[in-house]
Each structure stands twice: as structure tokens, then as C-alpha cells.
């Protein structure tokens, strides 16, 4: 008989071919427990079951002689095992069969093992083909071992379903993921975890735009909040996969839950996968508990992800913890986070030691922000020798870099190159520099398609010379478009622009009508207001016109005052109009003072006159005469006939 259901020795021939003979026969433990359904062994010591089938295989029981030489292999005890397993075998056992291959394969007489485990098989044992496939395929012999795989699989053994998916998968053949799936049903943790990565590889395959949810490079991490107390991984049913409630459905569904069966059973890498699809779902508290769980198993990237939950969510300190364990177990991303947090600190050396040691991790990331620290310290070369050692792996926006810090050297031949390669690698920066590179040699055309190009990925400066382009063009629809993006984007002389086009389209106000209501605020003005918010010194004096406009003197003035206050000649000279208004002409002087200093003619004008009502001729002149020299034409010569009447005061 074989040790199967109430008698089975299931021993993992997967896992013992190349391990020691104790690790091997551990895998019997729970066979050996319910050998005899018959005998009450539940206060029975592992001493006294021995002691009984010892008994009973002296007496012959071929059992007996079975279960012993199983319990004498589990111990590692293969002289003593060898006698009542070649004797269990003899009567017939072929779960003996099997064991006795298991023993003679630990010894190392391979072909002896494959000829007993030939025996089991033939007699039905599946752990035995099992073996026997395995044992064929490490010769080389594929179809042999097809074979016998097939036939333990087809049994409904888990191991041989994953052993037969994993020579079929590495021929591509279709049919690896049925006997993954099986084995997986069967409570593989491994053939769960690839059944898991196959499903998802075929989601991010369907799904235009959709990647594999683990990437340490480039993943984008909104943490909230994310459990620190050391807790261990939350349970898991271990089911077959079903859609969950508030998860995903369809295939990316389908994935998370293999890999949370897998987790569930211990499997580290599954953990860190199910902990990446909880975080980039929001479900930040449970993707920590799955982090952690892998992390304490020594997965570095998982350590590395959870150090970056934990920064996001506060804890810095925390972070440290798990990216120092993650960066001593070669995490290069984790030395760079590590890198990053010292040199935040204002710790140069210590950031440049983890920078240094992501590099030699094999994270190009490494040498760039090697080329970042050292050119924030204004060591340009080497921070372009840097940015060069990661431009040449590949890195584009160290590409970009190098290509910025060439230009401003004034090496703008050398620089071209490296845009072009950082762009066309997907650089958007490096294509809106491209377009400012072309537009300093008066290539407007190229520069426009590279400024395009930018635009088109979301570049908001690229969207906002893209538009400029447009209305110089006479485009107002395509030039509308570009410019709300920028706006949308926060640029606010895109929002100024893109105002002064919907102004232009605005009728213009008849007389209030007595009664009227306030009217409210149009789109051009809140765009202006926008534009005026973010400091747009024009935005802001066109602010305070409308404010004006609507009676709203409180609210121009503000707008006015912050323009001026910020240098604006024309929010000077406006301010002071309004304070004029309001009866406080001293202050509206000094205000025009400023606004004709920086060249606003009207403002030298206004001085002028102001000069004349108070006798000041002299002044009078002197303001008339700059007002004549800034203009504009209207300006000069109203200041010009005034000044010739104050001339004519004085030499009256």
C-alpha cells in the first residue's frame, strides 16, 4: 500500500532531490500523524508510535515496515531506514517504492532512486512520477519526463501540476497555465504567485497603458496612513479566486487574488505584489500589513516600499529603519531614498556614501543624483561626470542635465545631442529644451514641433509657447486650447493670456441700468484673478480695472497696491489715480513718482500738472519734460504745451 489519505507518506520529491536527507523527510510530518485511523495516537509520543510499528515490522506488517522506514527518514536516519523500506517494498508498498527512491536519490545513486521510483509510479504512486519527471528532466530527457509529470499531474498531485507547468512554460507552450492553475487550486503557494504574474502579464497586455503595479523606479506613492506595529501579515483563505468586494474585478482582480493566496501561505514575493495593487489603490493600512509581512521575510524591495509608506504618511524616522535594512540587502532604490533623506539634512558625505552605494547596487539612479548633489554644490565637473555616467546607461533625464549644463557652458553643439537622445527616450523636459535650443537660432518652426511635442505630454511652459505660437498665427481655437492647458497646469501667464482672448471676445458694457444687479464675475476674470493670485504683476493691474469697472474701489485698490508694490509702473500709476479720487493726493504722488521713474509717461504728466496747481513751476517743467521724453505721442504733447505755459509763467 501507499501512504495516501489516512496512510500516505506525500513526500516532496521537488524540494528533497537537492537538499539535506532531514530537510527532505520534513515534508512527511503530517503524513506520518495519520498513518492508522484505526489506533487512537492523539497522546501517543513520536517514541511510542515508533516503538508500536516497530513492533508490528518485526512481526512482518509491511505497513508497519513502511511507516517506520518513513519515520526513520524523516530523522535522517538512512541506515535505518533503508531496511524496513527495501522490505516494505518487497511485499508490494509502493509508497515504500517511492520513500526508498527518496533515500537512494539523498545518497547519491540517482539512476538506483529513478528505477524504485519507476516502480512506484507504474503502480499509481503521483508523488512517485513526480519524482521520476523531475528526476528525467534534470537529464535533459524533456519528453520522458513530460510524461511522467503529465501522469502525476493528471492524479491530482499539486507538485507534479506545478513541476509539469514549469517545463511547459519554459518551451511557451499555452497549456503551462492550466497545470499552474491546478496547481495553484491545490494550495501552491509558488504556482499561485507565477499563476498570479501570468494573469497580469496578460492584463498589462490588454489594457493599453496598464503595467505590472511593481516598480520601484517609478511608482507613485500618496500614503495617508499605514501600520507600524509590527504586526504580521493579515490571514488569507486561500481559495480559489473570486472578485472581491471593493477590489478590482476581470484579470487584474483575478491577480490579486492568486497573489493574496500566496502571501497568505508565506510567499514573500506575492506579499509585495498584493501590497503594490492595495497601494495603488488606496488601501494604504492593508498594503503596510502586506509590506511588512515580506519585508520581515527579507524582501528588500518590500522594505524599500514600505520605508516609502511610512515617509509618506509621517515617519521618517520609521522610513530610515526599513530602507537601511532594504539598502544593506542590495536595494539600490532604498539607497537612493536613503540618499535623498540625508541630503535633505543637509548631510552632504553621508548622502553621497548611499548615492555611491545605489550605483554599485546597479541603480543608474545612483550616479544621477550623485550629478544633482554635486551640482547643488556647484562641483560642475563632477556633476557632469556624473550626469554623463548615467546619460550613457540610459538615463534620460540625466541626458537632459548633462545637455542643460553643457548649454550654459555655452556648448550648445554639444548639448543638441544629448537632448535629442534624452527626448527622444521620452523626456519631456528635454524636448521642451529642444524647442527653446531651436528658438535661440531662430528655427521657429523646428522649435514649434518640439515644443509640441512636449505639450502633447502634458508639458505646461511647452502647452504655453505652443498657444503663444498659435495667436501669433492668427489661431485663436488652437491657440484657447493650448493656453487653458498651461493655465490648467498652473502657468500663469498662460491664465493671463488665455483671459486677454476671452476679454476680446467680450461685448463691450453699455451704461449700468438703475436697479442693476452686480453682475458676477465673468471666466476671463477669474482667469485673470488666477494669473493675478500666482503674482502676475499685468494680470494683477487688469484685476483691479475690473474691480474698478464694477464699482468695487476696496478690491481694485488691493489688486493695484500689490502690483505696484511688486514693481508694476502701470499698478503704480493706477493706484495713484484712485487714491487721487479718494482725496489723498499726497500719497498718489508718491506713487506716480515711482511709476514715472520706471518710465510711465501719463505718470510724469500727472506730476507735472500736480507741480502747477501747487506753484511749483520749475517742478512743473522738469516733470513735463520727462513726460515729453516717455511718451506716448498724446502724452507728449499735452506735457509739452504745458510745459511751455508754465515757461511763460515764469518769464512773465
Known amino acids: 500500500m501507499e501512504f495516501m489519505g489516512d496512510r500516505a507518506t506525500l513526500l516532496e520529491t521537488g524540494r528533497f532531490v537537492q537538499r539535506h536527507a532531514k530537510n527532505a523527510v520534513d515534508d512527511i510530518i503530517e503524513a506520518v500523524v495519520a498513518v492508522d485511523a484505526t489506533v487512537d495516537t492523539t497522546a501517543e509520543s513520536e517514541t511510542e508510535t515508533e516503538a508500536r510499528h516497530r513492533r508490528a515490522a518485526e512481526s512482518g506488517d509491511a505497513a508497519s515496515m513502511s511507516m517506520l522506514g518513513a519515520l526513520l527518514l524523516r530523522r535522517g536516519d538512512l541506515d535505518g531506514a533503508e531496511p524496513y523500506l527495501r522490505g516494505a517494498t518487497a511485499e508490494g508498498d509502493r ?8 533515500l537512494l536519490h539523498q545518497r547519491g545513486y540517482a539512476d538506483e532512486a529513478a528505477g524504485w521510483w519507476r516502480v512506484a509510479a507504474v503502480a499509481g504512486s503521483a508523488p512517485a512520477a513526480h519524482a521520476l519527471g523531475r528526476h528525467h528532466r534534470e537529464r535533459g530527457d524533456e519528453p520522458a519526463a513530460e510524461y511522467w509529470l503529465r501522469q502525476s499531474a493528471e492524479q491530482g498531485h499539486a507538485l507534479g501540476a506545478y513541476a509539469l507547468a514549469d517545463l511547459l512554460e519554459h518551451r511557451s507552450d499555452v497549456g503551462a497555465e492550466r497545470w499552474l492553475r491546478a496547481a495553484a487550486e491545490q494550495g501552491h503557494r509558488e504556482a499561485a504567485y507565477r499563476l498570479a504574474r501570468a494573469v497580469e502579464k496578460r492584463a498589462a497586455g490588454a489594457e493599453p497603458g496598464h503595467a505590472s503595479l511593481y516598480d520601484t523606479g517609478t511608482r507613485l506613492r500618496s500614503a495617508r496612513e499605514v501600520l507600524t506595529d509590527g504586526a504580521g501579515a493579515p ?15 476581470g484579470e487584474t482582480g483575478e491577480a490579486e487574488q492568486w497573489y493574496r493566496q500566496a502571501a497568505a501561505r ?22 503596510g500589513r502586506w509590506y511588512l509581512s515580506s519585508a520581515k521575510e527579507g524582501e528588500a524591495k518590500a522594505a524599500c516600499a514600505l520605508g516609502f509608506l511610512l515617509r509618506d504618511a509621517g515617519d521618517e524616522e520609521s522610513a530610515a529603519v526599513w530602507w537601511l535594512r532594504a539598502a544593506q540587502d542590495g536595494d539600490g532604490n532604498a539607497a537612493n531614498a536613503l540618499g535623498a533623506l540625508h541630503a535633505a539634512r543637509g548631510e552632504q558625505q553621508t548622502a553621497e556614501r548611499w548615492y555611491r552605494a545605489a550605483m554599485d547596487a546597479g541603480d543608474v539612479n545612483g550616479a544621477y543624483n550623485l550629478g544633482l548633489l554635486c551640482a547643488a554644490q556647484d562641483r560642475t565637473p563632477q556633476a557632469e561626470q556624473w550626469y554623463r555616467r548615467a546619460a550613457y546607461a540610459g538615463h534620460r533625464e540625466a541626458a537632459n542635465a548633462l545637455a542643460v549644463l553643457l548649454l550654459q557652458a555655452g556648448d550648445a553643439n554639444g548639448a543638441e545631442p544629448w537632448f535629442s537622445k534624452a527626448a527622444e527616450a521620452g523626456s519631456v523636459d528635454a524636448a521642451f529644451n529642444l524647442g527653446i535650443l531651436y528658438a535661440g537660432r531662430d528655427d521657429d518652426r523646428t522649435a514649434l514641433s518640439w515644443y509640441e511635442r512636449a505639450a502633447a505630454a502634458g508639458h505646461t511652459e511647452a502647452a504655453l509657447q505652443v498657444g503663444i505660437a498659435a495667436l501669433r498665427d492668427g ?4 491657440a484657447e486650447r493650448h493656453l487653458r ?14 483671459a486677454t482672448v476671452l476679454d476680446a471676445r467680450r461685448p463691450e458694457p453699455g451704461p449700468p441700468a438703475l436697479g442693476a444687479s452686480r453682475e458676477e464675475k465673468s471666466e476671463c476674470e477669474e482667469w485673470y484673478e488666477r494669473a493675478a493670485e500666482q503674482g502676475h504683476r499685468r494680470a494683477q493691474v487688469r484685476v483691479g480695472m475690473l474691480a474698478a469697472a464694477r464699482g468695487d474701489i476696496a478690491d481694485a485698490a488691493r489688486w493695484y497696491r500689490e502690483a505696484a508694490e511688486a514693481g508694476s509702473r502701470n499698478g503704480a500709476f493706477n493706484l495713484g489715480l484712485l487714491l487721487a479720487r479718494e482725496g489723498s493726493e499726497r500719497e498718489a504722488a508718491l506713487w506716480w513718482t515711482r511709476a514715472a521713474h520706471a518710465g510711465h509717461g501719463r505718470a510724469a504728466l500727472r506730476l507735472g500738472l500736480l507741480a502747477a496747481r501747487r506753484g511749483e513751476l520749475s517742478e512743473g517743467r522738469r516733470w513735463c519734460a520727462r513726460a515729453v521724453e516717455l511718451g506716448p505721442a498724446e502724452v507728449a504733447e499735452r506735457a509739452a504745451r504745458l510745459s511751455e505755459a508754465l515757461h511763460q509763467e515764469l518769464t512773465a
Open 475 to 478: 489661431d485663436e481655437q488652437a
Open 266 to 287: 508565506g510567499h514573500r514575493r506575492a506579499a509585495l505584489h498584493l501590497g503594490a495593487i492595495l497601494e495603488q489603490r488606496g488601501e494604504l493600512k492593508e498594503a
Open 485 to 498: 492647458c498651461a493655465a490648467g497646469g498652473g502657468s500663469a501667464e498662460a491664465a493671463f493670456r488665455l
Open 95 to 102: 509508497a515504500a517504492a517511492n520513500n526508498l527512491g527518496v
Open 235 to 249: 490571514g488569507g483563505s486561500g481559495v480559489a479566486p473570486g472578485p472581491r468586494p471593493g477590489g478590482e474585478t
